[in-house]
T-cell receptor, first 114, second 112 residues
Framework: DTGVSQDPRHKITKRGQNVTFRCDPI?????LYWYRQTLGQGPEFLTY????????KSRLLSDRFSAERPKGSFSTLEIQRTEQGDSAMYLC????????????FGDGTRLSIL | GENVEQHPSTLSVQEGDSAVIKCTYS??????FPWYKQELGKGPQLIID?????GEKKDQRIAVTLNKTAKHFSLHITETQPEDSAVYFC???????????FGPGTSLSVIP
């Protein structure tokens, strides 16, 4: 399968714990995006990378959130000191680096905070 | 600001009938409009997209139309089948921010 891969698919943790998610994009895609999706809503943009450079961060991304893409391939999204409101589906997408290219999504990581 | 509205939020049709979902966007500079289908427990899957230099695009039972003057675009599904049941999202590009903004989704149910 050469699509976008996310790991883990589900994560249950206690409030206050740190969590880290991984995304492996489609191999030839230079752009990588992170989104958050809550029940009944569309994906909300969090941040994106062009190769290893993080080019934009949404105001939704508080200082407890950090994302990296150290070698321009896979990316990690870390949430520190998790809160109840962090419970959501975290989606990763990738695309080619020219403008207006289709974004291809993974199946997400569902985070539940107890 | 960045905004994409989508209607209706839920849609129920009989198998074989057509379904239409409508979206509006706020940034006149938007020039790319993808549509995604999301099934339960899965990520959104791109089903069709349209760029601003085209008014209509068709792919088998799916068609999209774009009215740039009115900032409206629509998804049309003909001869609906039960496997079309899913949540559909429209989206619009925002070149100033180099990102895509999604609508809130339409839950489509096709009744056999």
């Amino acid at each position: 399968d050469t699509g976008v891969s996310q790991d883990p698919r589900h994560k249950i943790t206690k409030r206050g714990q740190n969590v880290t998610f991984r995304c492996d994009p489609i191999s030839e895609h230079n752009r990588l995006y992170w989104y958050r999706q809550t029940l009944g809503q569309g994906p909300e943009f969090l941040t994106y990378f062009q190769n290893e450079a993080q080019l934009e961060k949404s105001r939704l991304l508080s200082d407890r959130f950090s994302a990296e893409r150290p070698k321009g391939s896979f990316s990690t999204l870390e949430i520190q000191r998790t809160e109840q409101g962090d419970s959501a589906m975290y989606l990763c997408a990738s695309s080619l680096d020219t403008s207006n290219q289709p974004q291809h999504f993974g199946d997400g990581t569902r985070l539940s905070i107890l | 600001g960045e905004n994409v509205e989508q209607h209706p939020s839920t849609l129920s049709v009989q198998e074989g009938d057509s379904a239409v979902i409508k979206c509006t966007y706020s940034d006149s500079a938007s020039n790319y409009f993808p549509w995604y289908k999301q099934e339960l427990g899965k990520g959104p899957q791109l089903i069709i997209d349209i760029r601003s230099n085209v008014g209509e695009k068709k792919d088998q039972r799916i068609a999209v139309t774009l009215n740039k003057t009115a900032k409206h675009f629509s998804l049309h599904i003909t001869e609906t089948q039960p496997e079309d049941s899913a949540v559909y999202f429209c989206a619009a590009s925002y070149p100033s921010y180099d990102k895509v903004i999604f609508g809130p989704g339409t839950s489509l149910s096709v009744i056999p």
